[in-house]
């Protein structure tokens, strides 16, 4: 069965400093696709980052950046510089057959960026 | 105006009331959910439908129905509603085809059962 885990609950940070979030997967499937969500105070949930388990590559948009190793399972990111708009709760979530699933989400990362 | 609108925003409602929330989308996917997040808990499956005419069970359906009366409308009832489907519900919908196959979110419906 398929299975995100975010094992850091809550991480608190001063602002400017660079800050990564874990996220470790269980999938048996080879065609898979992992992504990032972002949720602000207001609520809402906010798509960061699409990737499929054939590319490796990692990536960066201004000052996020995402680590996807398959060897060790885990698609983690990290903030550099963090501000306070930052502060969020923060899911990680994987979609099997290709993206053809439902996503299943981990329980998310609550950061709390401190002016 | 947004993408996937869940109507009502906020509604409390007393334990044993039937309750519809819905879910109104125009992108155009034949894809859509019902998740419900939990404080600790990330977000939840409760079902989803890949079609008009397709319903699926998710992790967590006990106590809920769902219906997809067309491909831009898929709503989620409690048939009784009890104090722990107090929760923050979300409405998601989905593209297999084309280079976007993320899930695109309603604003949430937040719902108390007093």
């Known amino acids: 069965a398929q299975k995100v885990t975010q094992a850091q609950t809550e991480i608190s940070v001063v602002e400017k400093e660079d800050v990564t979030l874990d996220c470790v997967y269980e999938t048996r499937d080879t065609t898979y696709y992992l992504f990032w969500y972002k949720q602000p105070p207001s609520g809402e949930l906010v798509f960061l980052i699409r990737r499929n388990s054939f590319d490796e590559q990692n990536e960066i948009s201004g000052r996020y950046s995402w680590n996807f190793q398959k060897s060790t399972s885990s698609f983690n990111f990290t903030i550099t510089a963090s501000q306070v708009v930052d502060s969020a709760v923060y899911f990680c979530?994987?979609?099997?057959?290709?993206?053809?699933?439902?996503?299943?989400f981990g329980k998310g990362t609550r950061l709390s960026v401190i002016a | 105006d947004a993408d996937v609108t869940q109507t009502p925003r906020n509604r409390i409602t007393k334990t044993g009331k039937r309750i519809m929330l819905e879910c109104s989308q125009t992108?155009?996917?034949?894809?859509m959910y019902w998740y419900r997040q939990d404080p600790g808990l990330g977000l939840r499956l409760i079902y989803y439908s890949f079609d008009v005419k397709d319903i699926n069970k998710g992790e967590i359906s006990d106590g809920y129905s769902v219906s997809r009366q067309a491909q831009a409308k898929f709503s989620l009832s409690l048939e009784s509603a009890i104090p722990n489907q107090t929760a923050l519900y979300f409405c998601?919908?989905?593209?297999?085809?084309?280079?976007?196959?993320?899930?695109?979110f309603g604003q949430g419906t937040r719902l108390t059962v007093v």
């Open positions: 998601a919908t989905s593209s297999p085809t084309g280079p976007n196959t993320e899930a695109f």
């Open positions: 992108k155009g996917h034949d894809r």
């Open positions: 979530a994987l979609s099997e057959a290709g993206g053809n699933t439902p996503l299943v």
